[in-house]
């Protein structure tokens, strides 16, 4: 009887996750995923890509996108440049930020604003593959067939109020995020796709000097 | 100083004017996106404004961030309503979202009573007045009320706020807006964004 339950919970438990997201399976034991994720970002220096943004507003039928440029060094270093339909250039280098928008410049110290420091923490992580360890978020990993999908569930209370949860689709030929997805409060949720990635090519210092 | 403290209508003639004139200047934002930048107290804040007329009449304004992540989606309805279907907490502020609905409720030609409408005239412009239940909303236009020079939002001695709009084509939504408060260090820019095409 007992056994019965755990088949028909297991059973359950894999329709469910499946439903959640077509064609991915949660995976009860990642720890094989995590020794061979942690082994390909130990091997990763630096990414630059091109990306898309989509803001989907369900609520409003609408979507929002735009294209840019985007770069990473090993360890907390970012830049990304939105380029159309708008120009929006953002570094964090260290513990600071710098946003440029057209010709006005602000630089800021992330650690003077929490939330920030957290949203932010979250695209080093998603990229440099340090969220399993992100003591912010409770971690799940599922697997399809050309990738996993690193579910991460707010657990601080600030961003508890922000985002329902934050995917990673990381591709399971490199181990690299091919998308960053956001899902907020309101079900409004923005997709940051990667493309033309290029790893461990060089990358000079000047793309992210804040000065 | 004492300049600041009297009224700066008292002196304005009161004229004949048809406020159906103001109406025909009104913009037009079906459906739009602006460039936004925001700086209050000294604080700087970027990001995307979307405005869109909705099936059921009512206009949505939608404040995110370029990565995409909402601020605020307020829907300004029918009549004069007004509703917050969503803001984040640090912006979760009665008085905030009471100036920034008054804000939009002016740039958009909201609450245009025409019962209690009347005209002042000053030098070469005229100021087309709405009464709130609040102060005044002022829509400043030449002589011949064609075109519209600036909108203000005031109590009854002085403007506590200026916004401009630069129209743009006929029928269209405005390429730019300025929005400036007098009384305290807060102003919005809006510059309209063309849109990348869907795939």
């Known amino acids: 009887m007992i056994k019965t339950g755990i088949l028909l919970s297991l059973f359950f438990c894999s329709v469910y996750s499946q439903a959640q997201y077509p064609g991915y399976v949660l995976l009860n034991h990642p720890e094989t995923f995590k020794k061979s994720f942690a082994r390909a970002t130990a091997a990763t220096e630096s990414i630059q890509s091109d990306f898309s943004q989509e803001k989907s507003m369900t609520m409003l039928s609408e979507k929002i996108k735009s294209t840019g440029k985007f770069w990473w060094l090993k360890k907390d270093k970012l830049r990304m440049e939105y380029i159309q339909p708008y120009s929006y250039l953002m570094i964090l280098n260290g513990g600071k930020i710098l946003i440029k928008e057209g010709q006005k410049k602000n630089i800021v110290s992330a650690n003077s604003n929490k939330v920030f420091q957290q949203v932010n923490r979250i695209l080093i992580d998603c990229v440099g593959g340090s969220m399993l360890d992100n003591p912010d978020f409770q971690a799940a990993v599922y697997e399809s067939s050309g990738s996993f999908l690193v579910e991460l569930k707010p657990l601080s209370k600030n961003l508890e109020e922000l985002y329902k949860n934050i995917n990673i689709v990381i591709d399971k030929k490199d181990y ?21 990635k290029e790893v461990n090519a060089h990358i000079p ?3 992210f000097i804040i000065p | 100083m004492l300049n600041a403290s009297c009224n700066q209508y008292r002196h304005m003639q009161k004229i004949q004017s048809d406020e159906s004139c103001v109406q025909k200047l009104k913009p037009v934002f ?33 404040f995110s961030n370029e990565m995409g992540f909402s601020f605020f989606d307020f829907g300004f309805l029918t009549g004069n309503g007004f509703k917050v279907y ?7 502020k009665k008085a905030l979202i009471k100036t920034l609905r008054k804000d939009f409720e002016l740039v958009m030609f909201r609450n245009m009573d025409s019962s209690k409408y ?22 400043i236009t030449d002589p011949s009320c064609r075109q519209l020079v600036k909108m203000q939002r005031a109590s009854n001695k002085k403007p506590v706020m200026e916004a401009f709009m630069d129209k743009g084509s006929p029928g269209d939504s405005p390429d730019s807006i300025s929005i400036r408060h007098l009384n305290f260090n807060y102003s919005i820019s809006l510059k309209k964004v063309n849109p990348l095409a869907p795939e």
């Open chain 1, 176 to 196: 690299t995020a091919t998308a960053i997805e956001m899902f907020e409060l309101s079900g409004d949720k923005t997709i940051i796709r990667f493309q033309n």
């Open chain 1, 205 to 207: 210092d000047s793309v």
């Open chain 2, 30 to 62: 079906s459906h739009v996106i602006y460039k936004i930048s925001v700086d209050v107290l000294g604080k700087h804040i970027s990001g995307l404004l979307l405005i869109k007329y909705m099936p059921d009449s009512s206009t949505r304004i939608v």
């Open chain 2, 86 to 92: 969503q803001v984040v907490p640090q912006m979760n």
């Open chain 2, 118 to 139: 009347y005209a002042l005239s000053d030098s070469n412009l005229v100021y087309h007045a709405f009464p709130q239940s609040n102060g005044i909303n002022y829509y």
